[in-house]
């Protein structure tokens, strides 16, 4: 892993008791050895035989640059390459997010193990011929980072944060199929005294400063898992890309991306809460003005973005019609307002099109004819339930979930 949390890393007692909110005493209770409840180790080389081995550049597609912006062991998509698209993001254009790299697995000899102390018997396995003949559904959703607009802490509001140096563009949506995670679990006997469940990729363990974390895995409450999570074996009607997945990944509707576990090759259940680095130490508040106990990150906030490149050219006093695409975790789009006036004057966009929560709607707005200089665009997004987007997110350590209306450089000749 680069950059990301790096800085951040204290002893991992301390990690714990921090983020997890629990004392020490807690956590011994917990049962817990610290690298047992950090799950360090324990399952490390479950991974099996099924995977060959990582490449030696992270991303496997390519990435021209007219499309993506590479970052580390990142690709970020490029909004201005969205413009004339349909509704859902090309595979060869989603945006990719490896805490390490992406793995080749061979789908014959893989399998799902579903296993802990939250099932009623010993636990199941299936391979990828068995789930891709359970009932199948299909989910049109984005994926987005939680650190998307992560950049803008510092270009916007001068007070920077370190990991990636994402734009707008750490999301994509897609229409996902698969088989409901629902439908495992119960299947492989999900007991009622299950309270987290703990999906875990195959790719490779994650060092920060020497620590081995493990390979990438995040508890998500029982009461969501039973919601509406996908196990996803296709993307856009195709078998997931390998740095989407293949062959099979976490679809979690409307929560950050790091929820969607890719390359999973097992679930844990348990009647205890889990813990790993990622619901510990990384995406969650830390620092600025949020409690010390602040809980893990789920839902995404609202946002919107112009397909265009930052300092676009606009035509010389001529009327233009610009698009863009707004989007919220938790409900659908109500309206995006727009102003060319630094905040002064505010008019609606026109929305179109599908419009659903953990997805997005497009827009278009009308920019008036203007005599040469620079702009700025600045969209501000409704969602249904009433959250706006804020002149300024509120700064945290990690740059997580930066909210705030995006200032949009353009000018004319
Ligand atoms: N196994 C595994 N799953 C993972 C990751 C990873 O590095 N390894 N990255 C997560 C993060 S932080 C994000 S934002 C999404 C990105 O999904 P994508 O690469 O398909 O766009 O995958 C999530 N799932
Ligand atoms: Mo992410």
């Not at 690298?35 to 081995?53: M, Q």
């Not at 299909?138 to 944060?161: D, K, L």
């Not at 995006?336 to 599908?354: E, F, M, N, P, Q």
Request: charged content about 20%; glycine content about 10%; proline content about 7%.
């Amino acid at each position: 892993m680069r950059g990301d949390e790096e800085l951040y890393v204290a002893t991992r007692t301390e990690q714990l008791q921090r983020s997890s909110g629990l004392t020490r005493a807690q956590l011994l209770k917990l049962g817990a050895a610290l690298p047992v409840a950090l799950g360090i180790g324990r399952f490390a080389s479950a991974a099996g035989a099924a995977v060959r081995d990582t490449v030696s550049s992270p991303i496997v597609k390519p990435l021209p640059a007219d499309w993506f912006v590479k970052l580390g062991t990142n690709a970020e998509m490029r909004w201005d390459a969205l413009r004339g698209e349909g509704y859902l993001v090309p595979n060869n254009r989603f945006f990719v997010r490896d805490h390490t790299a992406t793995p080749s697995i061979d789908a014959q000899t893989w399998q799902l193990r579903v296993f802990g102390s939250g099932l009623k018997g010993d636990g199941a396995a299936f391979t990828y011929d068995q789930l891709r003949k359970l009932p199948s559904r299909e989910v049109t959703a984005s994926i987005e980072c939680a650190g998307n607009g992560r950049s803008f802490y510092a270009s916007q509001q001068g007070t920077p944060a370190p990991g990636s140096q994402w734009g707008l563009g750490a999301i994509g949506v897609a229409k996902w199929k698969g088989v409901r995670l629902s439908e495992v679990l119960e299947r492989a006997g999900i007991a009622k005294t299950a309270v987290d469940v703990m999906p875990q990729g195959l790719d490779g363990n994650v060092l920060v400063n020497g620590v081995d974390y493990g390979q990438v895995r995040r508890p998500l409450p029982v009461a969501k898992a039973l919601d509406d999570v996908l196990l996803a074996y296709e993307m856009n009607g195709v078998p997931l890309p390998p740095d989407h997945g293949f062959p099979l990944r976490l679809v979690v509707p409307g929560w950050v991306g790091i929820s969607s576990i890719k390359w999973l090759g097992q679930i844990e259940v348990s009647n205890q809460p889990l813990f790993s680095l990622w619901n510990t130490q990384q995406y969650r508040m830390q620092g600025g003005s949020y409690p010390a106990d602040s809980p893990p990150l789920t839902s995404q906030t609202v946002k919107s973005a112009w397909e265009l490149a930052r300092g676009a050219a606009l035509p010389y006093r001529r009327r233009v019609a610009l698009t863009g695409r707004a989007w919220s975790g938790t409900s659908a789009i109500s309206r995006v307002d727009v102003s060319i006036d630094h905040g002064a004057t505010w008019s609606a966009a026109k929305l179109s099109g599908r419009n659903e929560a953990g997805s997005w709607a497009q827009f278009t707005y009308s920019f008036p004819p203007q005599p040469s200089g620079t702009y700025e665009l600045w969209a501000r997004a409704t969602d249904a339930s009433g959250r706006t987007q804020p002149d300024t997110a509120a700064f945290n350590n990690l740059g997580y979930l930066f909210d705030a209306v995006v200032r949009h450089p353009v000018v004319i000749h």
